[in-house]
């Protein structure tokens, strides 16, 4: 009663979910405001519709249950889809995962896959009540999972608590930036509502003194409104006088709470019922095989737990809730019998309950580990060695599928654990390495550091040395993470592994000649395992890159990927590491095949690890190769993976490589939100943005800031990654301001290290820059071999208008570089070689069809970011105008073009550019 307006205004987000993608309504409220009926109205609502509804619920309990809220979510479905339905939930199985990385990937898809066939012809929607109870697995993967499918039609709600705690926080704020997102706090309700619901409760209408009692009491909470108005009708408090309820007392004779209220529920309940309800309040959910466990707790005899038990059934204290057992039938009264037991007698129930778990683990009875963790955690004493070793059990098995949870045991177990206990640098080294599993990296320094000052030499020092090393690279703090890996090299001995690392930090730390002079040395040392042989070439790989070293670059990955001796993941993990760096040096052809197999082995052995790494490669190599619409679609496609995997490097590329595509496009408005963002840490990338930013820059018309961009991005050594692409471009700045003293100079600097340029990325660069300062006709046909052979699209087509402004016998190669602007849509390079064309008397290739009269040209801008897969917020921060702005012009636009969704739109946009 009483919630119509947030009921329309939630069934109006799903009517808008098919045309905005997704949806999601933040539900909040004290407890018994009425957030569950909400939902429970919602969904029943919605399946009259016919949308699809999956819906979860859990609790105190349910938040130690890896991926237990999203196992919820599908179970609920009522679906034709029972093959995907199944596929997902056997991959949420977390007992029979084996590597985390490849596991959490396969589940992320098959839930994916699962929601894309479920919104493929309606909207679905998804309903999670009490977030600030979800575990915090299910929460990082379905940050994951609903960025990738924004564009569904799909509507996330949720209820919580006004502090849903920071893990539903950071949910919501991660699927924020994707979607649309409304926020409703249930209010009290008004003194009218109140007054309905008190004549549903007494079967007669309150007089206006009754009614406002209840509400002052109640403070207009729905459920306390119920509690209270049963109360005083059992105590006799209330009357019937000309079919009006009132009061047969004073107010002010009256004693009763909200709390009283709730546990005057349970107060008519003989006592050994009400010492189960009390133990019930403990275990918070109970199995029907649980009851000899529930009697040895409450110290009663079985039979009398069972009648009891069956009496709080009777009284609707207790209800089933399907396949998890039975529950209170609200969360306040077992939370008012849980209070009522008090801190020290619960401590000693949950005693109880890990003491009788413990037995029957002792016996070889089986026994859920992570409630008995729970359990143990709730009671167990500082120094209690028991309760430590079985939160470490539960933590290490829950490590390769459930980080978070495994993250959290180890914690707790530290509680517990004094200062000086030996153990302590073993859990540690264990919180640290699920937390850097987890992609966490800032979080698992501390504990990984704090290992390290006591763990012995050997293989675990080692991994734990590993992860600190990589998080603390990954976050950014590069001079640290060569301090540590100095240190444990001066330790003594260390693995082939962590020297390659050590090396590739030479370089960020500007110790090139000492990285140099590494190499040799570290492709000697002895090699334990293929495992190994594959992250030391894999460095190499890398450190030869920084280096500039793009011949050895090659030689490197294919030495990493024969050390895989054919082994599935490794190979997956070589070919998809080494592609990365390939395709960054722009070694087209390399990375293209170790793409394209490492696609091939994902298919085969369904892992789906180094998912960050061959997304970065596709991208760069659609960038590299002019499918530029193709690099649009798959950073929006893949971004949410990366992001969630914290792969800062991978995440600088897929930005670097968006912006200099905005700005070539001309997308400026775009492109500044994109400029604005921190540059990338890492120091090659770091490099590829500064070109792109550039260009931006210059763009803009800010020549200055860019040159200046480019010479700090420079700095004192052509050796390192695109130091060519910098320095050309500021030659070719130099030519354009009249500097051609400066740009001769800059190119005998050029010149001194374009021997040592094998990368066709490279010579084309090299070839074209020279040709222009040189007006050499012979050197900028080679740049257009160069680039041609290399499979670089867009390098091309500018050594191509080079060619044709620097001679007049080139009108067709002028014509094709035209063409490719014109479809990769730098319309100021096309402008530019139309120019060109027409002063040569040669006839310009018309303009694709724009279907004049249809849009406007505001319209058409709004129309083409939609098409590019943006979200409303997005394009109106783009454009400088508000939400509402978008959606208006979105509107027209949908009725001019008779389209309905944005994929309709997309495609008739796509149709009208292929005409």
Avoid at 176 to 194: K, Y
Avoid at 682 to 688: F, G, H, P
């Amino acid at each position: 009663m009483g919630r119509e307006p947030e009921l329309r205004a939630v069934l109006d987000c799903v009517d808008a979910a098919p045309a905005t993608g997704l949806v999601v309504v933040q539900v909040s409220g004290e407890p018994g405001i009425g957030k569950t009926s909400l939902l429970a109205e919602l969904a029943r609502r919605l399946e009259e519709r016919h949308c699809a509804v999956l819906a979860s619920a859990s609790d105190v309990l349910g938040k130690r249950i890896p991926y237990g809220a999203v196992v919820a979510l599908i179970r609920s479905l009522a679906t034709p889809l029972d093959k995907i339905r199944a596929d997902a939930l056997q991959a949420l199985e977390v007992s029979s995962a084996e590597d985390s990385g490849a596991w959490f990937g396969r589940a992320c898809d098959r839930v994916v896959r699962l929601l894309t066939e479920l919104t493929a012809t309606r909207p679905a929607a998804l309903l999670i009540d009490d977030l600030d109870h979800v575990d915090d697995d299910s929460l990082a993967l379905l940050t994951l999972v609903l960025r990738r499918v924004s564009a569904a039609p799909l509507v996330l709600i949720t209820a919580s608590r006004p502090h849903a705690g920071e893990a539903g926080d950071n949910l919501l704020d991660r699927v924020e930036q994707h979607a649309e997102v409304v926020r409703l706090a249930l209010a009290p309700l008004s003194g009218a509502d109140v007054a309905r619901i008190v004549e549903a409760v007494l079967q007669t209408a309150p007089d206006d003194a009754l009614a406002r009692e209840v509400q002052q009491r109640s403070d207009g909470n729905p459920f306390f409104v119920t509690e209270i108005a049963r109360s005083l009708r059992e105590l006799d408090l209330v009357t019937v006088d000309n079919n009006r309820a009132r009061l047969t007392v004073s107010p002010d004779a009256i004693r009763l709470t909200r709390r009283e209220a709730v546990l005057r529920r349970v107060a008519p309940l003989e006592n050994d019922t009400r010492l189960v309800a009390r133990a019930v309040a403990v275990f918070r959910r109970v199995r029907l095989d649980q009851i000899s466990l529930l009697a040895r707790v409450a110290s009663l005899p079985e039979q009398t737990v069972v009648a009891a038990f069956d009496e709080l059934l009777r009284a609707h204290i207790v209800v089933h809730d399907d396949e998890r057992g039975y529950r209170f039938s609200h969360a306040l009264v077992g939370e008012a019998l849980y209070h009522e037991v008090g801190p020290a007698q619960r401590r000693h129930l949950h005693s109880l309950i890990s003491a009788r778990l413990l037995e029957d683990r002792a016996q070889g009875l089986a026994v859920d580990l992570l409630q008995l963790a729970w359990h143990l955690a709730e009671s167990a004493a500082p120094g209690d060695r028991v309760a430590v070793a079985v939160l470490a059990e539960a933590a290490s098995v829950a490590r390769a599928t459930a980080p978070e949870t495994a993250a959290a045991l180890c914690a707790k177990a530290l509680q517990l654990l004094p200062r000086n206990a030996s153990e302590r640098s073993e859990l540690l080294a264990l919180q640290c390495r699920v937390l850097a599993r987890a992609s966490r990296p800032a979080l698992a320094i501390e504990p990984g550091l704090a290992a390290l000052e006591s763990l012995e030499p050997g293989q675990e020092r080692t991994r734990v040395a590993t992860a600190v090393i990589s998080s603390l690279f990954s976050v950014g703090r590069t001079a640290e993470a060569m301090e540590l890996a100095d240190d444990e090299v001066a330790r003594g001995p260390v693995p082939a592994s962590l020297e390659a690392q050590r090396a590739v930090l030479l370089v960020y730390n500007n110790r090139h000649d000492d990285a140099v002079t590494e190499v040799a040395r570290i492709e000697a040392l002895p090699i334990s395992s293929p495992a190994e042989g594959v992250i030391v070439f894999e460095h190499l790989a890398m450190l030869s890159s920084l280096l500039f070293q793009h011949d050895r670059t090659v030689e490197h990955a294919n030495r990493a990927l024969s050390y895989s001796d054919g082994q599935p993941m490794l190979e997956l993990q070589a070919l998809s590491v080494c592609a990365s760096i390939t395709a960054l040096a722009g070694l087209v052809h390399d990375a293209e095949w170790r793409v394209r197999r490492a696609e091939e082995l994902v298919d085969q052995v369904g892992s789906h690890g180094f998912r960050a790494e061959r997304a970065a490669s596709r991208v760069a190599l659609d960038w590299l190769g002019g499918r530029w619409d193709a690099a649009l679609d798959g950073i929006g496609r893949w971004l949410p993976d990366v992001e969630a995997a914290q792969a800062d490097q991978a995440l600088g590329v897929l930005q670097a490589i968006e912006l200099s595509i905005r700005t070539w496009r001309g997308e400026l408005d775009v492109a500044a939100r994109l400029a604005s963002l921190p540059a990338p840490q890492s120091v090659n990338i770091s490099k590829l943005h500064a070109a792109a930013l550039a260009e931006y820059l210059i763009a803009r018309g800010d020549t200055d800031a860019a040159y200046k961009l480019l010479g700090d991005a420079i700095g004192s050594r052509l050796e390192a990654a695109y130091s060519c692409v910098l320095v050309a471009r500021m030659i070719e700045l130099d030519l354009e301001r009249g500097h051609e003293d400066q740009a001769l100079k800059a190119l005998d600097r050029l010149s001194e290290v374009s021997p040592t340029r094998v990368s066709p990325w490279s010579r084309t660069t090299i070839r074209r820059v020279t040709g222009v300062l040189r007006q050499d006709a012979d050197l900028l046909r080679e740049a257009v071999s160069e680039a041609a052979l290399g499979g670089l699209e867009f390098e091309k087509a500018r050594a191509q208008l080079a060619l044709g402004e620097v001679t007049d016998e080139e009108v067709p190669t002028l014509v094709e570089a035209y063409t490719t602007f014109q479809r990769l849509g730098a319309h100021g390079l096309r402008r530019q070689a139309g120019n060109r064309l027409r002063t040569l008397g040669a006839k310009v290739p018309r303009a694709r069809s724009k279907a004049p009269g249809l849009l406007t040209e505001a319209e058409e801008n709004v129309a083409r970011l939609v098409q590019q897969g943006m979200r409303n917020r997005d394009i109106a921060a783009a454009l400088h105008y508000s939400p509402r702005t978008i959606e208006v012009y979105l509107s027209r636009i949908y009725a001019k073009l008779h389209v309905s969704s944005r994929l309709e739109l997309a495609r008739v946009l796509d149709a009208m550019q292929q005409r």
